[in-house]
């Protein structure tokens, strides 16, 4: 199956799929920047999906999808690619935004439609580090994953597991993907309401982060992880990060912050403060590094 749609702004393709991409061995999404593909997996409510998206000669945009899923996958296609966003009344209050905002007039935050496939990976990385949160998000869609319908010559690629293949995992295997009991218990209480929880993407911004945090083990942060994702929440900023508050501290005032501290810089901003923090992520700017990185913890040994 295929769609052709022609967005009515300038498209950044592969700015707009980067958030969803975890890690650059992510087996659900590969960006190939040479050729402006983009392959993308998923579940869906008619199983599993996947849709090649590249840009066309006139401009727009042309998605091919394979699998059960496929139909649904391109149904979603535009706000994928950020059509539903709406960034009005939204005032610059910093150079750097004002000047990214400038430089990026086009920034979208786009919107997958599907919570349970951004939810499984936002577990995954709560607490430790991206090394170790994306190699147990490779390793449980390798093993408890399937492989991703599409053309012969396609990148190797999986379908995240289902709720019901995440419910039937064995403890060891948790352990063997370097999960903790944690993090755990969390995706566990999640794939047995995996269908309602669906319903966040439905009714977006507080609402949906409310509905989504009734599930034991799913905190501010990792709901704002996925209604950012889900439904391209522009107020859904990431408190408790290890990163962002001093990232948002360094760019805004050349100092590190905390979280409370972030969110009286970000104020002005609502309610649109993580489309804030999107444009000081998509600026460029580093902080500066001061000492060794965070070592990352093998659960697999422990």
């Given amino acids: 199956m295929t769609r052709r749609w022609r967005p009515d702004f300038e498209l950044d393709l592969l700015g707009s799929l980067g958030p969803l991409r975890r890690g650059r061995g992510d087996p659900t999404l590969r960006i190939d920047p040479e050729l402006g593909i983009c392959w993308r997996t998923g579940t869906t409510a008619d199983g599993p999906a996947t849709m090649a998206i590249r840009r066309s000669p006139d401009g727009g945009v042309e998605a091919t999808g394979w699998g059960p899923g ?65 190699r147990s998000w490779r390793e449980l869609c390798w093993r408890f994953g399937t492989r991703a319908p599409g053309p012969p010559d396609m990148p190797k690629m999986w379908v995240p597991p289902t709720p019901a293949a995440v419910r039937a995992i064995p403890d060891w295997e ?63 900023v990431s408190v408790g990060d290890f990163h962002i508050p001093s990232v948002v501290g360094w760019a805004l005032l050349g100092r590190p912050l905390d979280d409370a501290g972030m969110l009286a810089v ?29 070592a990352a913890k093998d659960y697999r040994a422990m």
Avoid at 183 to 202: G, I, K, N, Q
Avoid at 267 to 289: K, L, N, T
């Fill in 70 to 134: 496929a139909p649904i996958m391109l149904d979603g296609l535009p706000a994928l690619l950020g059509a539903a966003d709406d960034d009005t009344g939204f005032v610059a209050h910093h150079p750097l935004i004002e000047e990214t905002r400038r430089r990026l007039p086009n920034l979208r935050l786009g919107a997958t439609g599907r919570v349970w496939d951004i939810l499984l990976p936002a577990v995954l990385e709560q607490k430790v580090t991206g090394v170790e949160a994306r």
């Fill in 174 to 236: 948790w352990h063997r993907a370097g999960v903790d009991s944690a993090r755990r218990r969390a995706l566990l209480a999640s794939a047995a309401v995996a269908h309602r929880l669906e319903r966040a993407a439905v009714l977006g911004g507080t609402a949906g982060r409310e509905l989504l945090r009734l599930v034991p083990g799913i905190g501010v942060w990792t709901a704002a992880e996925v209604a950012q994702r889900a439904w391209g929440d522009p107020d859904a």
């Fill in 266 to 294: 970000l104020a002005p901003y609502a309610p649109q403060r993580q489309r804030a923090v999107r444009y000081i992520e998509a600026s460029g700017f580093r902080r500066p590094r001061f000492g060794p990185r965070f």
